[in-house]
Structures are given as C-alpha cells and as structure tokens.
C-alpha cells in the first residue's frame, strides 16, 4: 500500500502529508477487516473439509442472516463514526461522549430482538431460503444460525466502540482488540470442529465466544481506561445525565437511517440471490458463497480507507476545513481504486488455489470462475467504499443507500433472475456479482464530484453550534 502510495504521490495525485495521515488510519482497520473476515472464511473452510459442500451451503444460507444483523450494526455505526469525527474535529467531546451513549442506547434496542428472532426461527428462516439446496444443507444452516445469532448483541457493541475509536482517529487500538477476538475464533473454531468434532455447532460456539471475549476487553476502554499506556478515550460512556438526548438521538437516527437502510439492502437481496443459487444445486451454493467470502476479504482494503476518509473529512469539515475535506476524499478514492486493481488481478491469477479450499476437488473449476468474476466486482466495492466513506464523515447517507437500492434491486437482481428460466443460467449470477457493485460506485462518485456533501455537513455543524 505504502509503495503505491508513493507512487500517486510522485505522480502528483497525493501529497505525502495527506498520505501518512490516510495510511496511519487505515491500515489498522484493513488488518482488523482481514482477521474479521479471515474467520469467516476459515469457518466455511472448515466445516468444507470436515462436512462437505452441504455444510458450506449450509453456513452460507445461516450467515445470509447473520450478515443481516451486522449490517444493522454497521450502519449504526456508520452514523456513530460520523458525528463523533465532527464533534471531535470541533473539540465538542462532551458531545461526542453522548453520540456514542446514544449509540449504545439504540444498539441494545435494536439487537436483542433481532438475535431472538433467528434463534427461535432458525430452521423455517433458513429453509425459506435453501429448501431447494437439499435438507442436509438446511439442517446445517439452521444449526449454525440458532447458535451464532447470540453473538450478535456482542458484536454490536464491538462495531459502536470500534467506531468510536476511529472517529478520533485511533483505528490501532480496536485493530488489536478485534484481530485477537478473530484469532480466538479461528482457533476455538479448528478445534472445536476437529479436535472434539462438533462440526457446524464448533464453528457457531466459536464465533459466540470470540465476539463476546472482544466485547469485555473493550468494555474498559469505552469506560475511559488506557490500554497499557495508550491514553485514555477522550469521548468515552459517561453515567451522568442525560442518559438520553433527543436531540443527539435524532440526529444519530438522521445519518444512521441512509445507512442502516443500505445494508439492510445489500444483506436481504442476498436472499433470493442465493435462493436462485440453490435452484442449480448445493455445488453452485458453496462456490458462490466462496466467492462472496473472497471477495469480502479483498473489502476489507476498502474497509480502512472507507474509514480513514469519514474520519479524516469528518474531522476537518468539524474545523470548518472543506477544501482541505475535499482533498482528502478524492486523494482516498484515487488511493483506493488503484489498490484494488493491483489486489483483484493478483486473486484473478491465483483464483484456482484461493477456491479450492471451499469446494470439493472436482467442483473446483464452478468455484473458480465464481471467484474470478468476484475479484472483478471488488474494483466497483473499493471505489464506492472510499466515496460512501467521504459522504459519511459529511452527514450524506441518502445517495448511497439509493445508488444500492438501485444496483441491486434495478441491475443485480433481476440480471441473476434470468438464469433459472432462460439460457442464461449461472452467467445472470456473475453479472448480479458485478452490477452490485459497479451501479453504486458510479453513483457514490458522482456524488463526490457535485460537491453537494459539504452543503449536507453544514447542517449538522450549525445543529451543534445551536446547542
């Protein structure tokens, strides 16, 4: 990343200032994003070797849900991110203090009830999905969700303290507490599958316990502890009144909704997508669920410059600094873009090796392809993380959560649609892989570029600057 980096700057697109400031940000969170999602790869890859394709179908059919419920969490603390980078940008940590309060609030709210349900419908929920899977793959998606859904208030907590650490422009702290959360998993996981031959049930305890290990040790810290000398949170969980805020929990609830709304997008149509998956049966599943966990490991690099950019641009709209915000997003955008070509051609060449841990030998050349196309698609997810994330740090949520309804719901859909009925068959799943992505970050560019953002912020600003 660093090389590249140098390189855009010799080439005039990066100041060097502006690049140690992106990289100092983002490179923790591209570790936590690679161990996060490295467990979830490696439980699929797993319960592969253990169980077969059955099992990865399984896994894929139960983490549709999970993924739900985290998307949830994700925007919620995309709006947590935002308005404690502007609070804190304007030296207004009292204010941050209760955005993160409020986030907690609405957390607890919202997650409880979410994990209740995919406990108690496990199997209906999973079998409305994968019935045509087969129901050895149902049996095993319904195990998985009735387990791991408890980790999912947990994990809530963990995305709402992460974030909060990012808002004031310290990504190494929740880098570390979640990278050991994740290798706990992988490791609970390997031998809970292996060792004592729990299979699905092992992969599923595992994820509980490891994102309930991450919650405790973050629990000091958003109490305003230091982590061996780090320094202390300077917005942490205050107990003095209010408790509750309308005001900043309307505010939170404003930028939250766009987001929340978008991921709930990008999590639900996974449904009838992988419902037309499971209509060519459980092989075509497990490759096109290996292919989504390949791609979101490649995400991740977009994971970190997602957030360094509402950071960094969050914090200098809250100094009232926009040319200065500006420069930053289109530095991350150009920044982003040109990792992740140099990162989907290098998985386009080693596609067959990254698959074949997914699949059994001779469905090897389905999971291939899958991941190939995959590794294309990522192009568009780098380019639309790294403008959403400018959007964010400015309070503009609405055009991403429409740019993914459109991309989709418009293009990706009914593109995957046409397979079961027509000649079309497995190609429709490609091209839904890459009009998901590509359709919104066209969109969230353009965005960008009209410049309309910094408009959006100062509203939020003036908000503050009224209390």
Partial sequence: MQRIGTALEGAGLIDRERLRAVTD????????????????????????????????????????FWLVGKFVAIGLAGGTVALVSQRHGADDDRRASLVVKQSVVLAAVVSVPVTAGFVVAAEPLVALVGADAGPDAVGYGALYLGI??????????????????????????????????AALN??????????????????????????????????????????????????????????????????????????????????????????????????????????RRVRALMDCISWG????????????????????????GAAIIRLSAAISVLTAATVVVFARPIAAPFVEPGEIGAATTFVRVAAVSAIGLAIKAAATGALRGAGDTRIPFYAALVG?????????????????????????????????????????????WVAVSRRYRSAADDD
């Fill in 186 to 291: 992988i490791v609970l996981s390997a031998v809970l599958v292996f060792s004592f031959g729990l299979g699905v049930a092992g992969a599923a305890i595992g994820t509980v316990v490891s994102v309930a290990a991450v919650t405790v040790v973050f629990v000091p810290g958003m109490l305003g502890r230091s982590y061996l000398g780090r320094g202390r949170l300077p917005v942490p969980l205050r107990s003095d009144r209010p408790h509750v805020d309308r005001g900043v929990m309307r505010e939170l609830v404003s930028v939250s909704t766009p987001l929340v709304g978008r991921r709930l997008a990008e999590g639900i149509v996974t449904f009838p997508l992988l419902a037309i998956a499971a209509t060519f049966g459980p092989v075509v599943v497990a490759a096109y669920g290996a292919a």
């Fill in 148 to 181: 791991a859904a408890l980790g999912l208030p947990f994990e809530f907590l963990n995305m709402i303290a992460s974030r909060t650490y990012a808002g004031i422009g310290d990504t190494l702290t929740p880098m570390v507490i979640r990278s050991v959360g």
């Fill in 25 to 64: 940000l983002a490179w923790p969170r591209i570790v936590t994003g690679f161990a996060i999602m490295s467990k979830q790869a490696v439980d699929l890859a797993v319960v592969g070797v253990a169980l077969g394709s059955a099992a990865v179908a399984g896994l894929t059919f139960a983490g549709a």
């Fill in 408 to 452: 989709l719901y418009v293009f990706a859909l009914p593109a995957a649609a046409l397979g079961p009925v027509t000649a079309v068959g497995v190609l429709g799943l490609y091209a839904a892989l890459l009009f998901e992505a590509i359709v919104p970050a066209l969109a969230t560019l353009w965005r960008f570029n009209t410049g309309t």
């Fill in 305 to 328: 410059f997602s957030i360094a950019s509402s950071t960094l641009v969050g914090q200098r709209l809250g100094a009232d600094k926009e040319a200065e915000a500006t420069a930053y």
